[in-house]
């Protein structure tokens, strides 16, 4: 059975249902290099994340079409794979052939589409550092030579990520002698008053913020939105969260956040109002059966919403778990289409920028959003008796054209009533 070889045409895969373009970042294998199926190609930088692109074949790097830098839409060909002296034009312009003799039919690979993966790390071959585009990227900032954390990565399979990078920082920046930072110190006295470094830049506008752009403009003018803000006591909360969250750590290796806690009290919320769980569509309002949270987490240039699937079945050790998992592959830019995929409902937190109160803007094609505030110890009056309490405002958004504010305040009310009472969001159900 005969076989007629024709190079691989390499394109841009589609990394998530949103993604109509992407940024090539870096390309991990040079013009003549030698590549195996499955072995990482190049990173792209989507609508959400940073992420590695595996080789569709094995063969030689014959021509890189879209270079590092360029933004190129879904299924366009970025480069060609093949057998070393082949025409890259006739590649390009290669078509299967048809069969031509029933007695001898002809295999021809189809054009493959690059898949996406969970990076996995490989013994480091070639000189090539096995890193995290984030920490890559902290590297760069930091002025760090990455090569010398080799072998070192606390990542995956020994994977460099961007916590190792900023130890490393710190542990060099710390063995500075006091002789040098006496001397450092010195010399950076000026002598004449200094003129003011410049600020002014300019930024491109990278496919992420593109796309946070886009997405909160088109909601902010579309769904007419309305906030609600609830003032509510957490001190009981805190004061839970401290008996509970050294067991939980030493029983299941996580400590819940208190972000964790809030999940749990939006997502079981929804059970008593599940209008709260819905999406606008032509053929009418759709209520979600799953109650899936998203999770708004803010990285270098964006804004990503990895999702909390099924948390309102899951014990708080599980949300925690999912959250702190999601939240590092955010931050170094591992994150997968399906992390993303599917939310329901969405939490954002500004509470550790000492925000008081803000107007969430909804995640499109959900119709609410709960926005969470810092706790303030203050005076509060409890059982006619003043009392300091820690108090935190929950600001929900919803919208208008899927529920009225009788609803809103009712699923805000519950969401305050289970903060308030915390002890019903560890009930086995």
């Known amino acids: 059975m005969g076989v ?33 199926k499955g072995e990482p190609l190049l990173e792209v930088m989507t609508d959400k994340a940073n992420m590695e692109v595996e080789s569709p074949a094995s063969g030689i790097l014959l021509k890189i079409l879209a270079p590092e830098n360029a933004t190129v839409p879904v299924k366009e060909i970025i480069a060609i794979i093949g057998e070393a002296g082949e025409s890259v034009d006739e590649a390009v312009g290669a078509e299967p052939k048809a ?15 690059p898949q996406l993966k969970v990076p996995v790390v490989q013994p480091e071959e070639s000189g090539r550092i096995f890193a995290s585009p984030r920490a890559k990227m902290t590297a760069a900032e930091l002025g760090i030579d990455i090569s010398l954390l080799a072998g070192k990565g606390s990542g995956p399979g020994g994977r460099i990520v961007e916590r190792d990078v900023l130890d490393y920082a710190e542990k060099s920046t710390a063995v500075e002698s006091k002789t040098e930072r006496k001397i450092e110190t010195e010399s950076a006295i000026p002598k004449t008053p200094a003129k003011r470094q410049p600020i002014g830049k300019k930024i491109p506008i990278t496919p992420m913020r593109k796309s946070v752009a886009d997405s909160v403009s088109a909601s902010a003018h579309t769904a007419p939105h309305v906030t609600l803000v609830s003032e509510t006591d957490v001190t009981n909360l805190i004061a839970l969260r401290k008996q ?11 400590k819940p956040s208190f972000t964790a806690f809030v999940i749990k009290a939006a997502a079981l919320a929804i059970l008593d109002n599940p ?36 948390a309102d079945v899951k014990p708080i050790y599980k949300i925690a778990q999912d959250m702190e998992s999601l939240v590092e592959k955010a931050r170094e830019g591992t994150l997968l289409p399906d992390d993303m995929h599917g939310g329901t409902f969405s939490v954002t937190s500004l509470s550790s920028y000492g925000v008081d109160m803000f107007n969430p803007i909804i995640n499109p094609p959900q119709s609410a959003i709960l926005g969470v505030c810092r706790s303030v110890e203050k005076p509060a009056v409890v059982n006619g008796e003043i009392t300091i309490r820690s108090m935190m405002n929950l600001c929900l958004s919803f919208d208008h054209r899927v529920l009225d504010g009788a609803p809103a305040a009712q699923y805000l ?12 969001l560890i009930l086995e159900r």
């Open 99 to 113: 069969e031509t003799a029933p007695q001898e039919k002809l295999e021809i690979p189809a054009q493959s589409v």
């Open 275 to 310: 209008i709260i769980n819905s999406s606008l569509t032509e053929d009418g309002i759709i209520i979600h059966d799953e109650i899936n949270i998203g999770v708004a987490v803010a990285i270098e240039g964006g804004l990503v919403v990895p999702v909390i699937k099924q």
């Open 4 to 36: 007629i070889e024709v190079a691989t045409n390499v394109i841009l895969p589609m990394l998530g249902q949103t993604m109509e373009e992407g940024t090539i970042t870096k390309w991990l294998k040079r013009e003549g290099e030698s590549v195996q």
């Open 413 to 424: 009310s519950r969401v305050k009533e289970l903060l308030e009472n915390p002890y019903l």
């Open 244 to 254: 509970v969250a050294d067991e939980i750590e030493r029983t299941h290796g996580v």
